[in-house]
């Protein structure tokens, strides 16, 4: 766990990446850097032990990155020293939350003023005040047949209407940050999110936490293509706003 303040604060976020890949949690340091809510708040991050899954990708790296992840945040007395917390990831087959966010939150009990929340459900509900139409630019390969079920369940009938569908990439979760990848990433990222943008949708939620910061490729990929400007969503950086919210009107 890494801190990136000194300074002693009233309130204290954890940002929670629960694979094991550092790197991810260096972009998300990197990305938030420009959230100016770091002036206000201690804002530590949480890296999944190195025994942790390098991804996340399917059921079971999702239950082994949690369990390993819980038991780390228990030993560590993580759950007692902070005001609020954020799990950067989603199930990318689902699209749906983590499982570490609800064994936090039953730790915590259900009138703990400790909110815990996911970047699954900041990105859908942003998108959802935000956008006429979304879908997400995700990690992963070929088509999910079950990507939209977390989504649904999730929105309700009120706000399925506005979703297009999900867009696997090819890209691995730990080429993201692998600056040999670097090339691929940034076309595949490109070409999926044209994909994205020609379904119909006006909004784009990046799927990923290792995608922390890639606005500006997405948003001049869809202009590149001729298609209409898109607005585009880190779901972890919204996921950071959210929760800095929450932890001001419960204290």
């Not at 079971?60 to 228990?74: E, K, P, S, Y």
């Not at 691929?184 to 999110?193: D, G, N």
């Not at 919204?238 to 001001?248: N, Y």
Request: charge should be neutral; charged fraction near 20%.
């Amino acid at each position: 766990m890494s801190t990136n303040a000194h300074t002693p604060y009233r309130r204290k976020l954890l940002v929670i990446n629960p694979n094991s890949t550092e790197a991810i949690t260096d972009g998300l340091r990197d990305s938030f850097a420009t959230v100016r809510l770091l002036e206000e708040f201690q804002v530590d991050y949480f890296t999944a032990p190195p025994h942790a899954p390098t991804g996340i990708r399917d059921f079971v790296t999702g239950i082994q990155t949690a369990a390993i992840c819980f038991d780390a945040l228990l030993e560590r007395k993580c759950l007692e020293s902070y005001d609020g917390f954020l799990v950067c990831c989603c199930k990318v087959d689902l699209l749906t939350d983590h499982a570490l966010q609800h064994m936090i939150r039953e730790h915590l009990g259900p009138t703990s003023p400790k909110p815990c929340i996911g970047m699954f459900e900041a990105g859908l509900s942003k998108a959802l005040t935000l956008s006429r139409s979304f879908g997400v630019l995700s990690t992963g390969f070929g088509p999910k047949p079950l990507l939209s079920k977390g989504v649904t369940s999730f929105l309700g009938a009120a706000g399925s209407n506005k979703w297009v569908g999900g867009v696997t990439s090819g890209i691995k979760i730990e080429e993201l940050r692998d600056p040999t990848a670097k090339d691929k990433v940034e076309q595949l990222m490109r070409e999926t999110a044209v994909k994205v943008a020609r379904s119909g949708a006006d909004c784009v939620i990046l799927g990923c936490a290792g995608m922390a910061g890639m606005e500006p490729l997405v948003q001049a990929a869809v202009r590149e293509a001729g298609l209409p400007d898109v607005r585009v969503i880190d779901a972890a950086k919204a996921g950071l706003v959210i929760l800095a919210g929450m932890v001001v009107t419960d204290t």
